[in-house]
């Protein structure tokens, strides 16, 4: 169905799940253009690629090759209200429009879609698997939701291969789209309550999903899960997790900075696998993935050779700054409290006697509001904390809730509130030894000056 189109038309061009499919289409030879609101690095560097992008939602702006419904698609993302102008025309005049988990449904309705979903872990999970079988004989073509190091894309193709990797996403339910071939669920803790309104929901969601892989196909989950899974008849299931089922890691060494670890799968034992981003939380996330490549025929070499070459997505546990007689400066993505936590405890493992300042940007006003001491108990791990005001991302503020209801519960004894505009001056006229910005708002554009100010001062 995806083929009969001549040119393809986003609604929120410059999301970064968007930016696959624009490169995706691209690729086919496709005419590619789109709106979002701003202008950013990415939507910089899709123009640089060949997509059409403007930041005006004027209807009058959409270009002429994309006027004619009948070789027009429209992709849309959910962030964007249903009032704006172009979305509107595109409506009102017959346009074949979806989400974006509807195109990648249909595309993993034609290949064999390993769709990695959970509360937290996909991106990781996925872009392991991506990278793993990209580089070895099966291939795939990745969708991603991260931007993979060293290929400084989300987008990963191998021709003629017959994989997908898609990163599942349950916002707004997303991933009922799909069609996988192997699903692999990573975690289940409750988030996105705005959309599902209570645990129950949210679970039942998840439970649904399993409904959806194909009858000859695999389901591979986290032991421990409150997960109902209710996969076909012909679907085998499979547990995994870092120290028990039926993928798991045995001998796990770790010291100078590496970590290796045996990988068991159902029909024997890789020795010695290390881990290219040594910290602790990867060991889960390589065991799924190498669960999954193993299930998609990738060689015992290929699975070891993939995870130790594997450098990571951007804003996953990114290190901006580690050189000798420096501040180590690293930036993580984590928005919800399971992934702060695990974040600030991967670090203090790594820095064991170093002190430890998180700067951190809530993120959603809902969010903040469901889990303010679940994040100040996270955040109470660290040996300083700085909280910004909450990024709002597609909502708008709820009275009461602001960064003061996480920091009035965290227990280390400094904590602050430093507003963005403040962040920078702040920085100048302070000592770290090891700092680590966290958040899934724009945190992160504040890292070269930061880097620039600590390296100045050193």
Known sequence: MITKYNSIYFVGAGGIGMAA????????????????????????????????????????????????????????????????????????????????????????????????????????TSSMAGHILHNSAVGCNAFLGGVLKPYNSNLLLSPGTEYSVIEADEFDRSFHWLKPYIAVITATDPDHLDIYGTEEAYLESFAHFTELVRPDGHLITHTGLKLKARPAEGVTVYSYSRDEGDFHAENIKKGNGEITFDFVHPKGTITNVSLGVPVDINIDNAIASMAACWLAGAADDELSNGIATYQGAKRRFDFWLKQADMPVVIDDYAHHPDELRASIRSVKELYPDRRLTVIFQPHLYSRTRDFAPQFAQALSDADEVWLTEIYPARELPIPGVTSEIILNDIKCDNKSICEKKHLIERIKNHNFDVLLTVGAGDVCDFLPQICDILQKKC
């Not at 995706?24 to 690095?41: C, I, M, N, Q």
């Not at 060949?50 to 992709?75: H, M, Q």
């Not at 290949?111 to 937290?120: M, N, Q, R, V």
């Open 21 to 124: 499919l624009e490169r995706f289409f691209l690729s086919l030879g496709k005419k590619v253009a789109g709106y979002d609101r701003t202008p950013t690095e990415l939507t910089r560097k899709l123009i640089e690629e060949g997509v059409e992008i403007v930041f005006d939602e004027n209807a009058n702006l959409i270009p002429d090759y994309c006027l004619d419904k009948e070789s027009t698609l429209v992709v849309y993302t959910p962030a964007v209200p249903q009032s704006h102008e172009g979305l509107q025309y595109f409506t009102a005049n017959g346009f074949t429009i979806m989400k974006r988990a509807q195109v990648l449904g249909l595309i993993t309705a034609s290949s064999k879609g390993i769709c990695f979903a959970g509360t937290h872990g996909k991106t990781t």
